[in-house]
């Protein structure tokens, strides 16, 4: 049998057989398997006819058909089927292959599997793969982090079949792929897009909520209202897909999107984010809505109860339809900014835990085309990086800080509405209360703190007095003398 195989794909469901597809269209001999081996054959009859693919129909057999060191990547589901492959394949392949896993994987998986796989002498990629059917068949972003010395082994390939981007400094064609860190810092990385994505989706549905609700539109005119703003600062994947999706009609001629149960899936990933954030102590508040939003979606039938109990009042808003959509778009543009300075500064904090060195323009880039984030707006992240690589909050950043100024107006007037009339914001509103938090020299954790000691002798630091230094009150008068640890978790 002659190793002729660049690389093998394991798993033919619609994300292993689209990356495949797109591997042979740049020139690659791929080796297909999969677990439930008939669908290797319908594979190659089918989707695959005509290519160079090769079909395994083994591990083993897989394995000699690849060139040295071999390339395995696997598009299985994610947890247990990974941990079972990764086992036969070590058994199979040999010191210095590459074991790549192309999943949805916790990073904290990816982190202990890249130490063991090492451990055995192997080499190990852990990559976010966005953008669905389409990016993997197309081209997709794709975040590979793990072991350094695989890269140089994979970039080529990856790099080839990835997104390309224009980038908006140099003008060059970018693919959007580059090496993300060690460990689990791909699967991170990956991670932070999806709940990023699950902000944007909130945000947006929001905006259409208010339109709907509040100004009385119908999904025809919100179709012009997206269609507008998608050829602006808005301009995204996600406000083209609103655009279209608010255009469909059902079969009797209907708007589809009014015909659609108001309860939404998840398959864990945003959930994953702010679980993180948590651990973290970083408050990415709009992700953390938009988790919970869907969980309040969820919650149908309770819903539908307690619409009965607090009939909803008049929620129409007064006023000029006009300047409101406007109102409306500023107040999207300003919540978006800080859930991408929420999940920049979520990034940094992980990064400086698991000892990453992560790079920021890089990551914008890699998000600019091929996935479900993709905007123009990440250019000027990635410009903002560029600039100053070393910028702490992405708020601070002169272009950002332009922008959230000329929306704050309008974000408070969409949101102060809403809450008057009703209408839930809760993504728009959060990040308005992060916003006017962070940006607070004085919060009211000077009362917390007093309450914590009072009651837990936790002990607090003063404002005449050099941080690290903790006092206790005996505030009844009757309290012992020993203060509790001054520890945080
Ligand atoms: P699925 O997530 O549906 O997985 C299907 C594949 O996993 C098949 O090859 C199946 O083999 C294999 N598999 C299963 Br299921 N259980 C297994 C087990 N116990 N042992 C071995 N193999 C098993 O496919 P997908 O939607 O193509 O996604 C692949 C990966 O990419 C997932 O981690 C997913 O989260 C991620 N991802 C998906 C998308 C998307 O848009 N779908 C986007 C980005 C990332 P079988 O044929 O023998 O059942």
Known sequence: MEAVGDIAVIGLAVMGQNLILNMNDHGFTVVAYNRTVSKVDDFLANEAKGTRVIGAHSLQEMAALLKKPRRVMLMVKAGKPVDEFIEQLLGILEPGDIIIDGGNSLFEDTIRRTKYVESKGLLYIGTGVSGGEEGARRGPSIMPGGSPAAWPHVKPIFQAI????????????????????????????????NGIEYGDMQLICE????????????????????????????????????????????????????????????????????????ELGIPITLIAEAVYSRCVSAMKDQRVEASKVFPPSNSRFAG??????????????????????????????????????LNYGGIALMWRGGCIIRSVFLGEIKKAFDKNPNLTNL??????????????????????????????????????AFFDGFRSARLPANLLQAQRDYFGAHTYERVDAPRGQFFHTNWTGHGGRVASGTYTV
């Not at 997104?163 to 060059?172: L, M, N, R, S």
């Not at 300047?323 to 919540?335: C, M, Q, V």
Request: include cysteine; hydrophobic fraction near 35%; aromatic fraction near 8%.
């Open 207 to 278: 905006a259409y909520h208010i339109m709907k609700d509040g100004l009385g539109m119908t999904p025809d005119e919100m179709h012009e209202v997206f269609k507008e703003w998608n050829e602006g600062e808005l301009k995204s994947y996600l406000i083209e897909i609103t655009r279209d999706i608010l255009a469909k009609k059902d079969d009797d001629g209907q708007p589809l999107v009014d015909k659609i149960l108001d309860t939404a899936g998840q398959k864990g990933t945003g959930k994953w984010t702010v679980i993180s954030s948590q």
């Open 395 to 432: 708020l601070l950043d002169p272009f950002f800080k332009k922008a959230i100024k000329s929306c704050t107006r309008s974000w408070r007037k969409v949101v102060s509405m809403a809450v008057r009339k009703g209408i839930p914001v809760p993504a728009l509103s959060t990040a308005l």
């Open 320 to 357: 000029d339809r006009k300047r409101w959509i406007d109102d409306i778009r500023k107040a999207l543009y300003a919540s978006k900014i800080i859930s991408y300075a929420q999940g920049y500064m979520l990034m940094r904090a992980a990064a400086e835990h698991y000892g990453w060195n």
């Open 162 to 193: 990835a997104a390309k981007v224009t980038d908006p400094q140099t003008g060059a064609e970018e693919p959007c792929c580059d090496w993300v860190g060690e460990g689990g810092a791909g699967h991170y990385v990956k991670m932070t897009h």
